[in-house]
């Protein structure tokens, strides 16, 4: 069963702190994989997408990286802000026609003033 | 603006009515999703269309209808639906959708469902 796990569920770092959150696949052969921020009560906002042929991606503070071989990823975050306060997911894409992603179940992060 | 609208933001309904959760993209996307949140699970899939025509119905009970009427609109029709339902039932486009597709998929701000 293709299944997608992030660790911690939970994190809380004072503001000015670099992290890293973590996403495993159990199925290794990805198309893709995609980092999600979800606000309370809102949808979805995509970060950042690794294609199975990239070892990572940036954008601004964000710094993802994908590990195909080992089934995982990471989202680095530099210099963390209270606006990055959200929910962070993680979701690979096995190709098909149906197009699907799966999920992880994510991380809450919350950074302190 | 995340150019993926949905509508009603919050939906609270009884087991024997009917409703329809709207969903409405301006990307130009040919792709549109139909996921469930609920409270400590993971995002899941429950219905895929391509150019208006569905190529995914992941397991879902039929009291979920969906409806594709154009590349543009989505519909979910609701009924006699059950306590478990209750969830935030999120929409989401891509471009286009396939084995070889490495276009993200951008999403609405869902519409919240509660069942009593």
């Known amino acids: 069963k293709q299944e997608v796990t992030q660790i911690p569920a939970a994190l809380s770092v004072p503001e000015g702190e670099n992290l890293v959150l973590n996403c495993s696949f159990t199925?290794?052969?990805?198309?893709?994989l995609q980092w999600f921020r979800q606000d309370p009560g809102k949808g979805l906002t995509s970060l950042l997408l690794i294609q199975s042929s990239q070892r990572e991606q940036t954008s601004g503070r964000l710094n993802a990286s994908l590990d195909k071989s080992s089934g995982r990823s990471t989202l680095y975050i530099a210099a963390s802000q209270p606006g990055d306060s959200a929910t962070y997911l993680c979701a690979v894409y096995y190709g098909g026609s149906q197009g699907n992603l799966i999920f992880g179940k994510g991380t809450k992060l919350s950074v302190k003033p | 603006e995340t150019g993926v609208t949905q509508t009603p933001r919050h939906l609270v309904m009884g087991m024997t009515n009917k409703k329809s959760l709207k969903c409405e993209q301006h990307l130009g996307h040919n792709a549109m999703y139909w996921y469930k949140q609920s409270a400590k699970k993971p995002l899941e899939l429950m219905f895929v269309y391509n150019f208006k025509e569905q190529t995914e119905n992941n397991s879902v009970p039929s009291r979920f209808s969906p409806e594709c009427p154009n590349s543009s609109h989505l519909f979910l029709h609701l009924h006699t639906l059950q306590p478990e339902d209750s969830a935030l039932y999120l929409c989401a486009s891509s471009s286009t959708t396939g084995p070889n597709s490495n276009q993200p998929q951008h999403f609405g701000d869902g519409t919240r469902l509660s069942i009593l």
């Open positions: 199925d290794s052969a990805i198309y893709n």
